[in-house]
């Protein structure tokens, strides 16, 4: 047994590892290389590396790819200074090579080639890894909180009934949800929104709009650490998906410049049947409260357009949730919290220490690629 490298080539003993263990993976083959080819050869961030970054780390036995680490390179930015992110994607490890994990975590965590390392979608035994090789919980708590809205009551019904083992010749009960007068009372605050400085943007015209947002939003939230959010990454992050097609930029304008957006990404629970839609992206210039409101019930109306159930967000500055929380969200907590990290140097560290040099949502590692 050996722990090396992860290459492009590797792409489909990763999938087949990853769909052995009930991971998500690409439909076709055709699909996963595209896939693979578009995370680790096509990502705008490699330019910003000395040589080519590690793709991710593997564990082979016998000849046969039987664990597996991946890496997504990515660049934010804090106080105007560049951050080579190393972000985590699709830990597999087959369970009787999961007492090689340590061989893993050091090769992912102990390395001079980047500033930072992120874990965005820990699960119980993957955060308990995090701390054991140095890392820390994201200082802003209010991340592990989900604000979400029932768009369909009869569908997020019949969900949650699945979800507690009602059988299914009852799960007709939640069909009844409709029947009420029950969307109102839900979203009466988004359904009241004025949207007519909300336009659509198709993923593929993202253009010099957002680059000079960019621009701005780097000023606007100096102090905090960035994502790169120009659009060729934005295209080629939110591209990825198998969802893309149901992936929505809405813009808010003022005069004809853009001063905020929402991303909504597809992010369905085929389990229990649950329709989801979730806001993978919120940004808005100078905490702009009426731009916020209007983007979340934008985002609200596409959620019904597509027929999902409920509509999602987690992450963003307390003071923007704040202004969220007007619109009368469900919260709900996570399990586990997912979102850890690890600066290479005391000086990030300790910036990172703190809450207020966060600007956190589904965007950053690798939670909303699907």
Same mark, same amino acid.
């Given at each position: 047994m050996r722990v090396e490298p992860v290459l492009f080539e590797d792409f489909q003993a990763i999938t087949d590892l990853m769909q052995r263990l009930g991971m998500a993976v690409p439909e076709s083959k055709a699909r996963s290389k595209q896939f693979w080819a578009g995370l680790w050869l096509e990502n705008p961030?490699?330019?910003?590396?000395?040589?080519?970054?590690?793709?991710?780390?593997?564990?082979?036995?016998?000849?046969?790819?039987?664990?597996?680490?991946?890496?997504?390179?990515?660049?934010?930015?804090?106080?105007?200074?560049?951050?080579?992110?190393?972000?985590?994607?699709?830990?597999?490890?087959?369970?009787?090579?999961?007492?090689?994990?340590?061989?893993?975590?050091?090769?992912?965590?102990?390395?001079?080639?980047?500033?930072?390392?992120?874990?965005?979608?820990?699960?119980?035994?993957?955060?308990?890894?995090?701390?054991?090789?140095?890392?820390?919980?994201?200082?802003?708590?209010?991340?592990?909180? #989900?604000?979400?809205?029932? #768009?369909?009551?009869?569908?997020?019904?019949?969900?949650?009934?699945?979800?507690?083992? #009602?059988?299914?010749?009852?799960?007709?009960?939640?069909?009844?949800?409709?029947?009420?007068?029950?969307?109102?009372?839900?979203?009466?605050?988004?359904?009241?929104?004025?949207?007519?400085?909300?336009?659509?943007?198709?993923?593929?015209?993202?253009?010099?709009?957002?680059?000079?947002?960019?621009?701005?939003?780097?000023?606007?939230?100096?102090?905090?650490?960035?994502?790169?959010?120009?659009?060729?990454?934005?295209?080629?992050?939110?591209?990825?998906?198998?969802?893309?097609k149901e992936t929505k930029f809405f813009g808010h304008f003022e005069n004809g410049i853009l001063k905020g957006y929402i991303v909504v990404v597809r992010d369905d629970v085929s389990l229990v049947n649950l329709r989801r839609l979730r806001i993978a992206d919120l940004v808005v210039l100078d905490e702009n409260q009426s731009a916020v409101k209007k983007l979340i019930a934008a985002a609200y109306s596409e959620a019904k357009a597509q027929g999902c159930h409920i509509l999602e967000l987690t992450g963003l500055p307390p003071a923007i949730r704040e202004i969220i929380s007007t619109l009368k969200p469900f919260r709900r907590k996570m399990q586990t919290f997912p979102f850890y990290f690890r600066a290479l140097s005391a000086d990030l560290a300790n910036q990172l220490s703190q809450a207020n040099s966060w600007y956190v949502t589904a965007y950053d590692g690798d939670s909303a690629i699907y």
């Open positions: 961030a490699l330019g910003h590396f000395e040589g080519l970054p590690e793709l991710g780390w593997k564990i082979i036995s016998n000849n046969r790819l039987v664990g597996f680490f991946g890496n997504i390179p990515q660049i934010s930015w804090i106080r105007s200074q560049k951050v080579l992110v190393s972000t985590a994607r699709a830990w597999a490890v087959e369970r009787e090579f999961r007492w090689a994990v340590p061989q893993l975590c050091e090769a992912f965590f102990n390395r001079n080639t980047i500033d930072l390392v992120i874990i965005s979608s820990a699960n119980k035994p993957a955060s308990k890894r995090c701390l054991e090789f140095g890392g820390s919980q994201m200082p802003e708590s209010s991340y592990q909180e #989900v604000f979400y809205w029932i #768009v369909s009551p009869s569908g997020f019904s019949q969900s949650l009934l699945r979800k507690i083992g #009602v059988p299914n010749k009852l799960l007709r009960i939640g069909k009844f949800a409709d029947l009420l007068p029950l969307r109102p009372l839900f979203a009466a605050a988004l359904e009241n929104q004025d949207r007519q400085s909300i336009e659509e943007i198709p993923l593929k015209s993202l253009g010099r709009q957002f680059d000079n947002f960019w621009s701005r939003m780097q000023v606007d939230y100096a102090d905090r650490l960035l994502a790169t959010r120009d659009s060729k990454t934005l295209r080629w992050y939110f591209g990825l998906s198998g969802n893309a």
